[in-house]
Structures are given as C-alpha cells and as structure tokens.
C-alpha cells in the first residue's frame, strides 16, 4: 500500500476510538403516560437511559409486565466489547502501518462477523427479556411477549418501541467502508 492508503487504513481503525464515546444503539419508548418519552442507549460498555431516569422508569415498567430488570453490570458482552473494539483499533493501525493489503480483508471478515455476532447476541438478549417473564407479575396478557424489535419500531400494548443505530454504529460502517475502499484500490499496489 502507499502511504495515503496506509494512512486511509489508520484513519479506519482510529475512527472507531469513537465508539467508546458516543452510543452504538438506542432503544425509544413512546406510550400515553410518558408524553415525552423514554429510551436508553447502549454504549461500547453500558446501558444508561437517554435522560436521568429513564431506566428506572424503564425497570419500573418491566416490572409490572414480568420482564428481567436491566442491569448493565450483569451483561457480560459490556464487559467484552470495549476489548474488542481495542483490538480491533490496535490491529488496524498495524495493518496500516505494515502495508499488508490482504490483512485488510481478513479485518473486514472479522469486524464483519463481530457485527452480525453482535447483532444476533442483542435479538437474543432481547428474546429472553421479553419471552421469558416472571409468572408472578402483576399484569398478564394472555398470549403476550414483550421483545423489543431489533430495528424498527413494534407495538408492545400501549408502547411504541423503536429500536435504531445510534453514532457509534455509522462510525463502525464509515471505518469498515474506508478500509473496504482501501482494499479494492490497493489492488494496483501489488
């Protein structure tokens, strides 16, 4: 690679130093009782309402219907994400500055299939918050689950839930494109 793409690749892997500052995803609730709305938004290491207490809220309101409590210190991918990204910020910058075109892809697939891990892991997660509810609860609704959509807005009885992308996650394609774009034009390289 020459030194502007070698500099593309590290402006790639550096970009993404950006997801441990701003949210990667955002949950929004809107529903009669809460004009304003709720919402909390996932970071590289936490799940923390959009406004003071929105989670509590939140919590409050999942109670009500059965669902888990969301506690943030109990999810062990917040514990593992800032570790990955770290990784591969570090491995970026050294394909970067090695020049090894084809590492490139292998970046690519695996920063791919992190993400298609990660999205699966967050359907998953939101499957058992919502299925698997406490039978104990004070309101039942015959027949009802309560999982959030993984992109999207749904109706969840009077709550309508949207589930989106939040700056952290366009940081992580716009860093992923860059080095796609890095890749395909250093064919002339070799």
């Known amino acids: 690679m020459d030194n502007q ?4 690749m590290a402006l790639a892997a ?23 709305g709720l919402g909390m938004n996932i970071t590289v290491d936490n799940i923390v309402g959009k406004e003071k207490n929105d989670l509590n809220n939140i919590n409050g309101l999942n109670h009500y219907i059965g669902m888990k409590e969301i506690q943030p210190d ?13 990784f591969l910020i570090i491995s970026g910058l050294i394909i970067a500055f090695t020049g090894k075109r084809k590492w490139i892809l292998y970046w690519l697939g695996l920063f791919v299939l992190l993400a298609v891990a990660g999205l699966v892991d967050f359907y998953i997660w939101g499957y058992d918050y919502g299925h698997n509810l406490n039978p104990d609860a004070p ?6 689950t309560y999982q959030p959509p993984l992109i999207g807005s749904k109706q969840l009885l009077n709550i309508d839930a949207t589930s989106l992308p939040h700056i952290g996650f366009y940081l992580s394609l716009l860093s992923m ?8 034009k250093s064919k002339e390289d070799e």
């Open 5 to 8: 793409k070698r500099i593309l």
């Open 177 to 184: 494109s860059i080095a796609g774009l890095v890749w395909w």
């Open 74 to 86: 109990s999810i062990p991918e917040l514990k593992i994400m800032p570790f990955i990204f770290g």
């Open 139 to 144: 309101i039942k609704v015959p027949g009802m």
């Open 14 to 36: 550096l970009l993404l130093i950006g997801v441990y500052f701003v949210p990667i995803w955002s949950i929004g609730m809107e529903a009669p009782q809460y004009p304003e």
